[in-house]
């Protein structure tokens, strides 16, 4: 095995959340009347927040080293979705080759989530990479 193939490679994951899914792929419920002075969409957005903060930490636990990238404000509804997370993993190239299965599986237990995978990079080629190979875990 040549030592380039045996290096660490660096995975970049991006969860979305489907606008007004309800966490079956269906349109989400919006009550009529507000129950308070909550955006209608709130917890459907913070219970799938907390699904792919489970996906992050899943990931996490496989990898060498993360980095998580902050995530924008959430767009206008009508667009294409909610991006939850934003991360660049470090991983050993045995568990690079599984890595995009390994995050697609995690986020299919979740019908209103897709993920979108990139890589594998070498490190040092994307933006955190220096904080990923010196072993820092990013803001969020």
Do not use: K, N
């Not at 040549?2 to 966490?23: I, L, N, R, T």
């Not at 496989?62 to 294409?80: D, E, F």
Request: charged content about 20%; aromatic content about 4%; overall charge neutral.
């Amino acid at each position: 095995m040549s030592e380039s193939s045996a290096a660490p490679q660096v995975w970049c994951v991006q969860v979305h959340v489907d606008p007004g899914a309800d966490g079956t792929g269906r349109p989400a419920a919006v009550p009529a009347v507000p129950q308070d002075d909550r955006f209608p969409l709130e917890p459907h957005w913070r219970r799938a927040g907390a699904r792919a903060e489970e996906i992050d930490q899943a990931l996490t636990d496989i990898a060498i080293s993360t980095w998580r990238q902050l995530t924008p404000c959430p767009p206008l509804i009508g667009s294409g979705g909610r991006l939850l997370l934003s991360g660049s993993y470090l991983v050993s190239a045995q568990e690079a080759a599984d890595f995009p299965g390994i995050a697609a599986q995690l986020t299919r237990r979740h019908p209103s989530l897709r993920v979108r995978t990139t890589g594998p990079w070498p490190p040092g080629s994307r933006p955190g990479a220096a904080q990923i190979t010196a072993g820092a875990r990013g803001p969020g």
